[in-house]
């Protein structure tokens, strides 16, 4: 017999539950659920001046389950305020899971659109995805449209998978709304379709916006097609994506895409692809269009490896990255915290014309910020250690010459492992920046770590210490010389002028 889900259900285990869950590991100021698994986020949105994040959410355990839609809402994007579950899988077409999708605001209503997931145990081309709409009028309580779904396997064009069809993501154009959904063909080659709608209620497909190219792997998830600046950019997560020179197979993979529409024939043209994030733990990510440009956060987790939080049932697991605005100066593509996040800073400090020899501790305790300029001819090569009193490290490796950072988290009892092959996952390393000049910002919370390459360049990673680290240390085998070194704690409870 099919486990009934609903919305009362969820939000009452939630009240009951919550106190239960322990944060050893737990973020500070990331944004995480109350209790249970959280993945992709879902209808980032502004609606009525606030930010809206939905989540692919599961309460009832700290790993995968039926999908529900948590929610949370902020004035900054950086402090949210936790709201009832918007959306369970109580309906007949959404049984499986209400999985990703978006909102978008229209006439002072808040409308959500999402994938229906209808698995079928006994034979798995027999499961079905569909789309649905539901609406709010005042962003917090939701009602699921009469008529869903309101796209089927009946909608999906010839050659395309009626098994795997997901991920509605909605944008506006002329008048017209349009969605892009994640699909593959029938041989498993990634691309994405295009819907279009006079009222959000009515949909008709349109072509198949982004055909398939290597870089689409098998299934396109999460698609989101955004203006920034002028150019056009898809941001996209891509599955068993394998690196033609290194060999390499992504299971899962988010890039950064920026081509060109042709807007008569409906079809997206690829120009330059990168990783939108060079981290280990960086997925599904979407944007909002705030008035200040595009603004985008993702899941900062990934498939396919053990979650430790879960596996020591500490009752959740998973978390969000904090929220970047992106914007096009003209040569490239820049990303950066939003700035919102300096309301939240205390114990801010600077010092300038810092010369390190050999080492240079930091901090003695735990900090949770830390920026650092330096002038190009002043670099050498460099390490930064958070470390604990039982001698675990985080650590994060400059190459000058390369322009190049690596990441390490093997020096960590709590070890993240590959879940099918249980080998170590410690290690990644970026691109090289462009510049002569080198500024770094470091995000750190109680399980991550997000850096921020002038501005440009970014690695997500999270890590789970058996202990606090309780100093940072700067370490170098040549002397090396800091324009500007600042330091500063977060904390989400500070007042604000508003």
Same mark, same amino acid.
């Given at each position: 017999?099919?486990?009934?889900?609903?919305?009362?259900?969820?939000?009452?285990?939630?009240?009951?539950?919550?106190?239960?869950?322990?944060?050893?590991?737990?973020?500070?100021?990331?944004?995480?659920?109350?209790?249970?698994?959280?993945?992709?986020?879902?209808?980032?949105?502004?609606?009525?001046?606030?930010?809206?994040?939905?989540?692919?959410?599961?309460?009832?355990?700290?790993?995968?389950?039926? =999908?529900?839609?948590?929610?949370?809402?902020?004035?900054?994007?950086?402090?949210?305020?936790?709201?009832?579950?918007?959306?369970?899988?109580?309906?007949?077409?959404?049984?499986?899971?209400?999985?990703?999708?978006?909102?978008?605001?229209?006439?002072?209503?808040?409308?959500?659109?999402?994938?229906?997931?209808?698995?079928?145990?006994?034979?798995?081309?027999?499961?079905?995805?569909?789309?649905?709409?539901?609406?709010?009028?005042?962003?917090?309580?939701?009602?699921?449209?009469?008529?869903?779904?309101?796209?089927?396997?009946?909608?999906?064009?010839?050659?395309?998978?009626?098994?795997?069809?997901?991920?509605?993501?909605?944008?506006?154009?002329?008048?017209?709304?349009?969605?892009?959904?994640?699909?593959?063909?029938?041989?498993?080659?990634?691309?994405?379709?295009?819907?279009?709608?006079?009222?959000?209620?009515?949909?008709?497909?349109?072509?198949?916006?982004?055909?398939?190219?290597?870089?689409?792997?098998? =299934?396109?998830?999460?698609?989101?097609?955004?203006?920034?600046?002028?150019?056009?950019?898809?941001?996209?997560?891509?599955?068993?994506?394998?690196?033609?020179?290194?060999?390499?197979?992504?299971?899962?993979?988010?890039?950064?895409?920026?081509?060109?529409?042709?807007?008569?024939?409906?079809?997206?043209?690829?120009?330059?692809?990168?990783?939108?994030?060079?981290?280990?733990?960086?997925?599904?990510?979407?944007?909002?269009?705030?008035?200040?440009?595009?603004?985008?956060?993702?899941? =900062?987790?990934?498939?396919?490896?053990?979650?430790?939080?879960?596996?020591?049932?500490?009752?959740?697991?998973?978390?969000?990255?904090?929220?970047?605005?992106?914007?096009?100066?003209?040569?490239?593509?820049?990303?950066?915290?939003?700035?919102?996040?300096?309301?939240?800073?205390?114990?801010?400090?600077?010092?300038?014309?810092?010369?390190?020899?050999?080492?240079?501790?930091?901090?003695?305790?735990?900090?949770?910020?830390?920026?650092?300029?330096?002038?190009?001819?002043?670099?050498?090569?460099?390490?930064?250690?958070?470390?604990?009193?039982?001698?675990?490290?985080?650590?994060?490796?400059?190459?000058?010459?390369?322009?190049?950072?690596?990441?390490?988290?093997?020096?960590?009892?709590?070890?993240?492992?590959?879940?099918?092959?249980?080998?170590?996952?410690?290690?990644?390393?970026?691109?090289?920046?462009?510049?002569?000049?080198?500024?770094?910002?470091?995000?750190?919370?109680?399980?991550?770590?997000?850096?921020?390459?002038?501005?440009?360049?970014?690695?997500?990673?999270?890590?789970?210490?058996?202990?606090?680290?309780?100093?940072?240390?700067?370490?170098?085998?040549?002397?090396?010389?800091?324009?500007?070194?600042?330091?500063?704690?977060?904390?989400?409870?500070?007042?604000?002028?508003?």
């Amino acid at each position: 017999m099919t486990e009934k889900f609903t919305i009362e259900k969820a939000n009452d285990f939630i009240e009951s539950n919550t106190e239960k869950v322990n944060k050893k590991y737990y973020p500070a100021y990331h944004f995480a659920a109350p209790i249970g698994w959280i993945n992709d986020p879902n209808g980032f949105a502004m609606y009525k001046d606030e930010y809206h994040l939905f989540y692919q959410y599961y309460p009832y355990n700290s790993q995968w389950g039926p =999908m529900h839609w948590g929610h949370a809402k902020s004035k900054d994007a950086i402090k949210w305020e936790h709201l009832d579950v918007a959306l369970a899988p109580d309906e007949k077409y959404d049984q499986g899971g209400c999985f990703s999708g978006s909102a978008i605001e229209k006439d002072g209503k808040l409308y959500v659109m999402y994938t229906g997931h209808l698995p079928d145990e006994t034979d798995e081309k027999l499961t079905r995805q569909n789309q649905n709409i539901a609406i709010s009028n005042d962003g917090i309580t939701f009602e699921k449209y009469k008529n869903n779904p309101v796209l089927t396997e009946n909608d999906i064009p010839e050659g395309s998978s009626i098994v795997d069809y997901r991920d509605p993501k909605i944008f506006k154009k002329d008048n017209l709304y349009y969605c892009v959904i994640g699909s593959k063909t029938n041989d498993n080659k990634g691309q994405v379709l295009l819907y279009k709608s006079k009222d959000l209620l009515d949909w008709e497909y349109v072509s198949v916006f982004f055909p398939y190219n290597k870089f689409l792997g098998t =299934m396109v998830e999460c698609p989101d097609f955004v203006q920034i600046g002028e150019k056009e950019y898809f941001i996209l997560s891509a599955m068993n994506y394998e690196d033609e020179k290194t060999g390499k197979l992504y299971n899962h993979i988010s890039w950064l895409i920026e081509g060109e529409v042709d807007w008569n024939s409906y079809v997206f043209n690829m120009n330059t692809i990168q990783k939108i994030d060079e981290g280990l733990d960086f997925y599904a990510p979407q944007t909002v269009v705030t008035k200040e440009g595009p603004v985008a956060i993702s899941w =900062m987790q990934a498939w396919g490896k053990s979650f430790p939080s879960n596996e020591q049932a500490h009752g959740w697991a998973g978390q969000m990255t904090l929220p970047r605005k992106l914007e096009y100066d003209g040569q490239r593509l820049k990303q950066k915290i939003i700035q919102n996040i300096e309301s939240y800073k205390y114990n801010q400090i600077d010092k300038y014309a810092i010369s390190c020899n050999n080492q240079l501790i930091l901090s003695q305790k735990s900090i949770q910020y830390l920026n650092m300029k330096f002038e190009g001819n002043q670099l050498k090569d460099f390490k930064i250690k958070l470390s604990n009193k039982t001698n675990e490290e985080i650590v994060l490796s400059y190459n000058h010459l390369e322009k190049i950072f690596y990441f390490s988290r093997e020096l960590t009892k709590v070890q993240i492992v590959d879940e099918k092959s249980k080998e170590t996952v410690g290690a990644s390393k970026t691109i090289p920046y462009s510049g002569e000049n080198l500024n770094i910002e470091l995000f750190i919370d109680t399980s991550s770590i997000e850096l921020f390459i002038n501005d440009e360049v970014a690695i997500t990673n999270t890590f789970y210490l058996d202990e606090v680290f309780t100093e940072i240390v700067l370490e170098s085998l040549e002397e090396i010389k800091i324009e500007k070194l600042s330091t500063a704690n977060i904390d989400l409870n500070l007042e604000k002028d508003n």
